[in-house]
């Protein structure tokens, strides 16, 4: 049981964060509280939003329509404690919502 428990532990893509003093538990609670930060945006809660933390850095990856909206995306995850630094590279695609809109019709 013990063994699984390490393996487990070894397998998962914080082990750099671990470094930095900063356990499983937190770097969890880093990643809910930054899901968090972009559902509860309201121009980008239903966008193609991904991200990715390393070393409490998050990459943002995905689609949004506007400029404005990947700048709010950035603003809204960039507010979370702990996050040291947002890497946006998000792809603006103007009414990617609008557009598959037409072609279900």
Same mark, same amino acid.
């Given at each position: 049981m013990y063994k699984d428990k390490v393996n487990f532990l070894r397998s998962l893509k914080y082990r750099s964060i671990m470094s930095q003093n900063i356990t499983i538990d937190h770097a969890h609670?880093?990643?809910?509280?930054?899901? $968090?930060? +972009?559902? =509860?945006?309201?121009?980008?809660? $239903?966008? =193609? +939003?991904?991200?990715?933390i390393d070393?409490?850095?998050?990459?943002?990856?995905? =689609?949004? =329509?506007?400029?404005?909206?990947?700048?709010?995306?950035?603003?809204?995850?960039?507010?979370?404690?702990?996050?040291r630094q947002v890497h946006n590279c998000l792809t603006v695609e103007p009414f990617l919502q609008e557009e598959k809109a037409e072609f279900a019709h």
């Amino acid at each position: 049981m013990y063994k699984d428990k390490v393996n487990f532990l070894r397998s998962l893509k914080y082990r750099s964060i671990m470094s930095q003093n900063i356990t499983i538990d937190h770097a969890h609670q880093l990643c809910e509280l930054v899901k $968090h930060a +972009i559902t =509860n945006s309201i121009l980008v809660a $239903h966008q =193609n +939003i991904q991200f990715k933390i390393d070393q409490q850095q998050v990459v943002l990856t995905g =689609n949004v =329509n506007s400029y404005y909206e990947k700048q709010l995306a950035q603003e809204s995850v960039s507010r979370v404690k702990g996050v040291r630094q947002v890497h946006n590279c998000l792809t603006v695609e103007p009414f990617l919502q609008e557009e598959k809109a037409e072609f279900a019709h």
